[in-house]
């Protein structure tokens, strides 16, 4: 298994299982489901994203005006004053108040607008977080997947080379029998490649289960031995050699989910400061309600008493903060640290974002090259042993000579298979970066 084409970075995928394939078959997009349903990083991205969405639901509700009822009944005995006449009397008394009271903010140095744009703002960042983390574990399938296909690949080609090694062994076999081979040791050399070819199937053999593995993984489902994968079109996995890594990292920086979440939070950090400074503003608010009352040393009736006693009273009340015990002075502090966290946490975003563009650029570039230089190499050794085994066939060709010749295709053959899927998983970093994963 090849760990280079890991993409490392702020995600590591879940090992809960959602769901199982039930034929033997896999898709790129079934695969795709299967890993982001059962990603634990992508579900705890979802459980803070609806927390940052019930953060703003309150944060405009704290605008709304609060209203209250204040029911009490009251018993007294021996001397106390009558409710009703507001005179001394010598009873036992039962008394009812009734209130519906409500308040609302009129000013408070724009905390409360302060906070609704912060917590819009979080709400926001989480959102593209959520996508970031989609778009780590689609990332994570894919080049999970195209090692899959790569070591296949490798498999398919092991298994041509088996079969010649076999035929070339098997003929040495019947040249043997018939002492017609030039040198004692041509026999022991074509088992030997035989072997040789066998050893290199059962490698790729058991790199392709690695690779399967790896795959199901990353989502988080068990291992199925005989599963399979689809094929995909090599057409949709070349990357886009014209553009720059410059171009990459700009398109890159104006749509990449983590990099719009970084810059939200940040803006949701300055939002922050704003909302505490505004806390050390005096708050005035406004201050209604409507009350009445009931007592039993009152002849008329409870209802009679509870309409005829019904007032209403308006308040204007101010709060000045003179001395909290250091709570806002030190919470504008705290925001004020939270915002210079959020702006290193977008600028190393940003620098990061652009040694990764620059490494997968110039990966991707060098993968193309290598595969360019491996396709005439490749092409070249295929016709030199297709001439090797006319000579060594009519005997012109001691089998050292054809198996080195062999040797050279088969090790070209299987550099250029390893190249092109290089080449491959680099362009789908590279598109990772510009917002285009897609098949």
Known sequence: MRSKYILILLFLTGSI??????????????????????NLNVQQT???????????????????PSIYSQDSRYYTTGRTINPVTNTYINQSVAYDNYALEGTVTIFNGLAYQ?????????????KMAF??????????????????????????????????????????????????????????DLRGSYQTANVNYVTAQNSLNAAMLNLFQ???????????LQPLNADDLRGDKDVSAVQVYDTALAQLA???????MRQSAEKEVKYYKGLLWPNLSVGYG???????????????????????????????????NGLKKNALSLAKLDLMNAQVVEQNTKIVLKQSVEQAYYNMLSAYNRYQALD?????????FRISKIRFEAGVLTSVDYITSKNNMDAANLNLISARYDYFIYSKILDYYQGKLSF
């Open 290 to 324: 409507l009350t009445t009352n009931y007592s039993n040393s009152n002849p008329a009736s409870y209802s009679s008493q509870f309409s005829n006693n019904y007032g209403t009273y308006v308040g204007l009340g101010i709060n000045i903060p003179i001395f909290t």
């Open 218 to 228: 990353v989502m988080n489902i068990p291992y199925e031995p005989t599963a399979s």
């Open 376 to 384: 005439a190499e490749a092409a070249a050794y295929t016709e030199s």
């Open 131 to 188: 996508q970031a983390a989609k778009d780590i574990v689609t990332v994570n399938v894919i080049t999970s997947y195209l090692q899959v296909l790569d070591a296949q690949a490798i498999l398919n080609q092991t298994k041509s080379q088996l079969d010649v090694a076999k035929g070339s062994d098997d003929r040495g076999e019947i040249l043997e029998k018939e002492g017609a081979n030039k040198n004692a040791s041509d026999i022991f």
């Open 46 to 64: 979802a459980i803070t994203t609806e927390r940052a969405r019930i953060g703003l639901v309150q944060a405009k509700d704290n605008i709304i």
């Open 258 to 264: 983590d990099v719009k979440s970084a810059v939200l």
């Open 114 to 126: 302060n906070a609704i744009k912060q917590a819009s703002l979080a709400y926001q960042s989480g």
């Open 17 to 38: 299982p959602a769901f199982a394939q039930q034929d033997s078959v896999f898709s790129l997009q079934h695969c795709l489901d299967i890993a982001i349903k059962n």
